[in-house]
């Protein structure tokens, strides 16, 4: 018990700090802030709750189109994508270099897909050194899809350096293959196909980029590779503004790592997925932000999308919607 003169000194503490008066500004100031940093961080995380697992994919063949096709398609994420649009109702058309490998993967879509499932296949070299050779792989590329439906495109393929290496080490033929894979096999594709896709006003692009341009400020060692996913990424940003009025949405996906034979990490874990794990949540993620950071069930929080970004994930379905022409772009197939 405290001593009667103590008890007076309490009384009179309180009394010197009155509930009714108003707490003084640099107080109201910093609970206004802790307040608004709760509150974002909380919706920052329901909203990541949202996308990664209560969001529900698209129809993509109805809201697309029904033929998909898919670049890299022999291994890695790419075959993995390409089963899951099969299993999804999609037709499929498989680029490759490897003639075996397209026979391969194209059996197992087949077995894997409904009945329905339509597989064609085009070997194409997408590191080939001669503008002919390259318009006559992207002529090809275009030829199977003519007169089709075609609602979705997935520029997978990638190339990287066999192993780290500082610039001045690396051979030539190396770099300028992953430029070529990276960058002008994807835009080239890209050009061919999104005309189609604008003129019937419904399509999907999908570019897949890679974490080493976006979650790192430097990827050293393999500066080609990173900065040849940064053209993408941008690339994927800048196409997602011009053709929305189109009804194309386009999105940059960004692997972490995947298990694949690309990856330095072998072996799905529990923070690795297999490429079967990505491909399921990076077809639930397509139409959705212009760029995804999809990680097996995880996705983009959100943070550096910009207004048309946001935008795009609330896009109502065109489909069968008349859309505007751009006439410049399909005056001319520039593949021709
Ligand atoms: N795995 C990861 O951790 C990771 C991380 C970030 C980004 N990515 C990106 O994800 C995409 C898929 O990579 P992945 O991990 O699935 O690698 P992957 O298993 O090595 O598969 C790459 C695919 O691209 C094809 N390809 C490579 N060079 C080609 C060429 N010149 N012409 C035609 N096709 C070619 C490969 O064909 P072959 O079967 O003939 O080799 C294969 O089908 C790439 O764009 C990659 O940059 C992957």
Same mark, same amino acid.
């Given at each position: ?5 103590? /008890?007076?000194?309490? =009384?009179?503490?309180?009394a ?10 640099? !107080?109201? %100031?910093?609970?206004a ?15 990541w709750?949202?996308?990664? !697992? ?5 129809? &993509? ?8 096709? $898919? *670049? ?7 075959? %993995? ?10 037709? &499929? ?14 059996k ?15 070997? !194409? ?19 199977? $899809? ?13 190339? *990287? ?7 001045? #080490?690396? +051979?030539?033929?190396?770099? #300028?293959?992953?430029l070529?894979?990276? $960058? +002008?096999?994807?835009t ?7 005309? /189609? /896709? ?22 050293? &060692? ?5 900065a040849?996913? %940064?053209?993408?990424?941008? !690339? ?5 503004? #011009? ?15 995947? =298990?694949?034979? /690309? ?9 690795i ?15 959705? +932000? ?6 097996? +069930?995880r ?9 048309? *970004? ?12 008349? %859309? ?13």
């Open positions: 018990m405290p001593a009667e003169d103590e /008890m007076v000194l309490l =009384a009179a503490d309180e010197s700090w009155p509930i009714s008066s108003p707490p003084p500004a640099w !107080f109201a %100031a910093l609970v802030i802790g307040l608004y940093i709760v509150v974002r961080s909380a919706a920052t995380f329901l909203l709750l949202h996308r990664a !697992f209560l969001r529900p994919g698209r129809d &993509l063949a109805g809201w697309y189109g029904t033929w998909a096709v $898919v *670049t890299g398609a022999t291994d890695g994420i790419g075959r %993995a994508v390409a089963l899951e649009l099969a299993r999804a109702g999609l037709h &499929l058309v498989l680029v490759g270099r490897s003639p075996d490998k397209l026979a391969r993967v194209a197992e879509v087949l077995a894997a897909a409904p009945p329905s499932c339509k597989v064609r296949t085009v070997e !194409f070299d997408l590191a080939v050194t001669g503008d002919d050779d390259a318009r006559r792989g992207v002529a090809r590329v275009v030829a199977a $899809v003519e007169g089709r439906d075609v609602g979705v495109l997935v520029n997978n393929a990638g190339a *990287t350096y066999p192993c780290a290496a500082y610039f001045h #080490e690396v +051979e030539r033929p190396v770099w #300028e293959a992953v070529r894979v990276n $960058v +002008e096999a994807a080239r594709i890209t050009r061919a196909l999104l005309p /189609m /896709m604008a003129a019937k006003g419904r399509g999907a692009v999908v570019n897949v980029g890679s974490g080493s341009s976006v979650v790192v400020p430097a990827f050293p &060692l393999y500066a080609v590779y990173a040849s996913k %940064a053209y993408v990424d941008q !690339f994927s940003r800048s196409l997602s503004v #011009e053709y929305k009025q189109y009804g194309v949405d386009v999105q940059c996906q960004i692997p972490l790592y995947v =298990a694949t034979k /690309m990856s330095p990490v072998k072996g799905a874990s529990p923070f997925p297999s490429p079967e794990e990505y491909a399921r949540a990076a077809l639930r993620c397509i139409g959705y +932000e212009a760029s995804s950071t999809t990680q097996a +069930e996705e983009s929080s959100g943070e550096g999308q910009d207004a048309a *970004t946001e935008e795009s994930s609330v896009t109502r379905p065109r489909k069968g919607a008349r %859309a505007r022409r751009p006439n410049v772009l399909v005056s001319g197939p520039e593949w021709a």
